[in-house]
Nanobody, 123 residues
Framework: QVQLEESGGGLVQAGDSLTISCLAP????????LGWFRQAPGREREFVAA???????YYSDSVDGRFAISKDNTKTTLWLQMNRLKPDDTAIYYC?????????????????WGRGTQVTVSS
């Protein structure tokens, strides 16, 4: 069964940095755009960042300049480095995959999701 598995979440203070990771099957890395989404209590799931097969990256306005998405094809691992964290960044973070190379910000176009990892930023 194909799975995505996130790890690395935790409790940090505002201004801190944290890196979360997502382990994926090899064929997912070779054939899909990979993305990070997050969902805070009472809010809809929102796009955070995506990386195409080519390595081109995209970010939401709220994290651009603070977060960095990257991947290692040999380790089949996706990362999200989060810097200058804010309390508003508190959410469950999910990794996901999509074959769509254009509408990478649309959660409904992603066909496989991990279970998520909790990131909590205290003020």
């Amino acid at each position: 069964q194909v799975q995505l598995e996130e790890s690395g979440g935790g409790l940090v203070q505002a201004g801190d940095s944290l890196t979360i990771s997502c382990l994926a099957p090899l064929r997912t890395f070779g054939s899909y755009t990979l993305g990070w989404f997050r969902q805070a209590p009472g809010r809809e799931r929102e796009f955070v960042a995506a990386i195409k097969r080519s390595g081109q990256t995209y970010y939401s306005d709220s994290v651009d300049g603070r977060f960095a998405i990257s991947k290692d094809n040999t380790k089949t691992t996706l990362w999200l480095q989060m810097n200058r964290l804010k309390p508003d960044d508190t959410a469950i973070y999910y990794c996901a995959r999509t074959r769509n190379n254009v509408n990478y910000g649309r959660a409904d176009l992603y066909d496989l999701w991990g279970r998520g990892t909790q990131v909590t930023v205290s003020s």
